[in-house]
């Protein structure tokens, strides 16, 4: 009887679930037929906007990666005053709404902002460019990343720790030769959801970088601009947008597996 | 799964006290509401008309859908109820009057023009419409998608094939743009903030919250693209008599005082 009442529980959840996310993405990928679909893929405007997208969303995982990895050890491994405050401050990304967080690096970094203005001194301005696009994205994209790895290295058994330093490792030899690669499959996973928040960032980037095709235009601001002409178009830069998304997180999803089977080969080995 | 009974009887009266105040939010009500759904370039002006029709109905409460006239029509078109639409181009609103969704023919109320601004301190770049050609300067125009950008770069044309142009004006003008908006709200924030050195937006745009922050630079009427605004009382409209006073008020006396303080041209009024 209460295991009847488990599965029905079960069964509600799975049912409403797909109702709320299975549906509408269904009803996205359905909309246009498949060979009409693949005849606008050829377009340019399309083309342009994807190749942006990738750019961007790479640079900004990698800046993510570089600034966030030590502040995610420093969250990871030492308790100091001030740990819980600086913790909110980088989960804050992910609560601001995306179109403040650009108002915020204009006000920040534009022409008039703060640190803009001698920015323009020395003949930089970052807004309506390429890099104002990564910056936005890097900005609300941070959190997933810095989140993951500092949970990935806090995990690391404390007993290798132990015995890295009873063999006078230094802590950066052991960051490098036990913390790192234990982490990694963490780390990853974090790097692929900053890459895919970053790929579909749209508030930020149309408020901070603006929209002009080539330069600042990504796939989530051709999508908006699109729909208000030609859906059609617009389902169809959104499939494409989904298909990339899937298949990135469905290869974090297997890595674990394969980085699994990678090590234990290796460990086989004389 | 051994959840305790009185859990059960918990998440039931939580369900039950959910939707009573689902159902009961906006009933604290005696009358009817009147939703109008309108394009956002009239938000200031028809939340002065929905007061100013409260003062002659105050049984009646009116709540608007402010959001850009393609979405509206998507809206209606996909089932939303509403009572009142009015839209910033003649095109969605006749796409929704061949949908059978208006009730009798929409009227167009008023109209209104593109202006260049220019924000009101630090550069003095812009004086006319002929210095958008000049290099280096950051202009913001609306994307060709929204219609003030579609009416915006069929102003440029216009300004190019005026006999005073400078050469290459239009293509000059174009390639000083950093940013296509997909709103022209959004054009008038990047010029408030000091981003841009100019813009191109509806003169009802200059609001009166942000008309001291900004300089506006008129265009010679010959060149100018005129936007119309129709409006219609709906067909699915469950009060059509409000609807059709609603209408009414705009097109009258007292709706076009309230217009023309808004920036936009009531149509009796326009040549």
Redesign the interface.
């Known amino acids: 009887m209460?295991?009847a009442?488990?599965r029905l529980?079960i069964g509600l959840g799975l049912a409403g679930l797909f109702l709320l996310l299975g549906l509408p993405l269904g009803a996205v990928v359905t909309r246009v037929p498949p060979a009409a679909l693949l005849a606008r893929m050829g377009d340019p405007a399309l083309l342009e906007a994807l190749r942006l997208s990738l750019v961007t969303s790479a640079c900004a995982t990698a800046l993510v990666v570089a600034l966030g990895l030590p502040v995610a050890y420093l969250l990871a491994t030492r308790s100091f005053p001030g740990k819980r405050l600086l913790e909110v401050l980088i989960d804050l990304p992910m609560v601001l709404p995306p179109t403040v967080a650009g108002l915020a690096l204009?006000?920040a970094f534009?022409?008039?902002g703060i640190a803009g203005r001698a920015l323009a001194v020395a003949g930089i301005t970052i807004?309506?460019t390429t890099i104002a696009v990564v910056l936005a994205q890097a900005f609300i994209a941070a959190p997933f990343f810095i989140s993951a790895a500092r949970a990935g290295l806090g995990a690391v058994d404390v007993r290798y720790l132990d015995a890295a330093a009873t063999l006078r490792a230094t802590p950066g030899r052991t960051l490098l030769t036990v913390m790192l690669p234990l982490a990694f499959p963490s780390m990853l996973a974090g790097a692929a959801m900053t890459w895919a928040r970053a790929l579909g960032e749209f508030g930020a980037t149309?408020?901070f970088?603006?929209?002009?095709?080539g330069v600042?235009?990504t796939m989530p601001?051709a999508v908006?601009?699109?729909?208000?002409?030609d859906l059609d178009a617009a389902v169809a830069m959104s499939v494409l947008l989904l298909a990339l998304a899937v298949g990135v997180l469905l290869s974090i999803r297997l890595s674990p597996t394969w980085l699994g089977l990678l090590d234990r080969a290796r460990d086989r080995r004389p | 799964?051994?959840l305790p009974r009185w859990s059960w009887v918990l998440a039931a009266a939580a369900a039950v006290a959910a939707l009573a105040l689902a159902g009961g939010a906006g009933d604290g009500r005696r009358g009817p509401v009147l939703t109008v759904f309108a394009a956002a370039s009239l938000t200031e002006a028809f939340e002065e008309l929905g007061a100013r029709y409260r003062g002659g109905h105050p049984d009646v409460a009116v709540r608007f859908n402010f959001a850009?006239s393609?979405q509206l029509a998507a809206q209606l078109e996909h089932g939303a109820r509403a009572d009142v639409f009015a839209s910033a181009d003649l095109r969605w609103m006749e796409r929704v009057a061949r949908l059978g969704l208006a009730a009798g023919t929409p009227s167009v109320f008023a109209r209104n023009r593109l202006v260049v601004i220019a924000p009101a301190e630090g550069s003095a770049a812009v004086h006319t419409p002929e210095d958008l050609a000049r290099p280096g300067l950051?202009l913001?125009l609306p994307?060709e998608?929204?219609p003030a950008g579609s009416y915006g770069r069929r102003v440029l044309r216009a300004l190019a094939e005026a006999p005073a142009a400078v050469g290459g004006y239009e293509r000059r003008v174009l390639a000083n743009?950093?940013?296509?908006?997909?709103s022209v709200r959004?054009v008038v924030?990047?010029v408030l903030?000091?981003?841009a050195d100019a813009g191109l937006v509806y003169r009802s745009d200059v609001t009166p919250a942000v008309a001291a922050r900004l300089r506006v630079i008129e265009i010679p009427p010959s060149a100018n693209a005129v936007a119309s605004y129709p409006i219609a009382a709906l067909a699915a409209s469950g009060h059509p008599d409000a609807a059709r006073a609603f209408v009414e008020l705009v097109h009258g006396a007292e709706g076009r005082a309230i217009l023309r303080r808004h920036g936009l041209m009531p149509v009796p009024d326009t040549p």
Do not use: C
């Open positions: 209460r295991d009442g488990h529980l204009l006000l534009g022409r008039a807004p309506f149309i408020t970088a603006g929209n002009l095709p600042t235009q601001l908006y601009v699109a729909l208000q002409r | 799964m051994t850009g393609h950051r913001v994307a998608a929204v743009v950093v940013s296509e908006e997909e959004g924030a990047k903030l000091g981003e």
